[in-house]
């Protein structure tokens, strides 16, 4: 069984950066994909970004050009670096990797950007 445990969010202000790790531990494949999804207050969860195995990356038209997605394989851990903060970027950002065998979620970490 796979689990993750995701780190890094807070409050910040708008403009502000922040940080978000997720480990991943337990039966992992060795080729998998790992993302970064978010659900604000009343809305559906949504899609950040992903990377590959591979280090191919996807990004929300919202967030390009402000956030970087990165992994390191070794540690088995996904980088989510956001930069320039709206706070509308406010939400609860879950971590999720997909593989052959699994589809995981973490718990969840809270990003909160004031005005």
């Known amino acids: 069984q796979v689990q993750l445990v995701e780190s890094g969010g807070g409050l910040v202000q708008a403009g502000g950066s922040l940080r978000l790790s997720c480990a991943a531990s337990g039966r992992i494949f060795s080729i998998n994909v790992m993302g970064w999804y978010r659900q604000a207050p009343g809305k559906q969860r949504e899609l950040v970004a992903t990377i590959t195995t591979g280090g191919s990356t996807n990004y929300a038209d919202s967030v390009k050009g402000r956030f970087t997605i990165s992994r390191d394989n070794a540690k088995n851990t996904v980088y989510l670096q956001m930069n320039s903060l709206k706070p509308e970027d406010t939400a609860v950002y879950y971590c999720?990797?997909?593989?052959?065998?699994?589809?995981?979620w973490g718990q969840g970490t809270q990003v909160t950007v004031s005005s």
């Open positions: 999720n990797s997909i593989a052959r065998d699994y589809n995981v």
